[in-house]
């Protein structure tokens, strides 16, 4: 592959990677890296079924810690009074797999929100080693480059007129967090998005927990 079509399908900046590939993701361990995008599109069965799903289901906030040597009954478990359709839960639970693969956890921290509004309008930075994120539905998460970001001690100094990135709804991302050994002050910093008309969102994150 020459260096032109390889760039055309990888976005390589100082501290961003992305891809159409999922081993892209494996870029976070380069210290330089705080952002690894995972660029896909859902499939329009799987889209068909997540927005068939959030028009009749409730308002949802599911909260778990999955055991990575029994992901798939302990996802079937977690996420069972949801009613979801199985090709939802089999998507999810690859992503649950794949992140505990990757960082060798044994347990696993989900959470899956349905929103109407920004659950953290603010730009900020995560207190965490690494965070995954992806939108099944609605828009996706906001962040801003290394470079546009003004940092004091805690505080973050951002230009008004700074241009904003956004991820792609299907996008898989690891989020760099402050607690990630190296990586202090130099958080990726992001924001949730704001929706048009009370659009719903339906958001997974996966933590660290052991």
């Not at 992001?190 to 048009?196: D, F, G, I, L």
């Amino acid at each position: 592959m020459s260096n032109c079509v390889a760039q055309d399908r990888s976005t390589q900046l100082s501290h961003y990677q992305s891809a159409d590939q999922a081993n892209v993701l494996t870029k976070i361990y380069q210290p330089e890296c705080n952002l690894a995008v995972w660029q896909q599109s859902l499939s329009s069965q799987l889209q068909k079924q997540i927005n068939d799903f959030l028009e009749t289901a409730p308002d949802i906030d599911i909260v778990a810690q999955i055991a990575a040597n029994n992901i798939a009954v302990e996802m079937k478990d977690a996420l069972s009074r949801l009613r979801i359709d199985d090709e939802i839960l089999v998507y999810i639970t690859g992503i649950v797999d794949m992140f505990s693969c990757l960082f060798d956890l044994t347990v696993v921290g989900l959470r899956l929100k349905t929103l109407h509004s920004a659950m953290c309008p603010k730009f900020h930075v995560d207190k965490v080693p690494v965070r995954l994120v992806t939108t099944l539905a609605g828009l996706g998460s906001e962040w801003l480059d290394n470079n546009l970001v003004k940092r004091e001690n805690d505080r973050l100094i951002i230009d008004s007129n700074v241009t904003v990135r956004s991820l792609e709804c299907g996008d898989v991302a690891l989020l760099k967090g402050e607690r990630w050994a190296g990586n202090e002050g130099n958080g990726l910093v992001h924001r949730s998005p704001k929706t048009a008309n009370h659009q719903k969102r339906l958001l997974l994150t996966l933590d660290f927990i052991a």
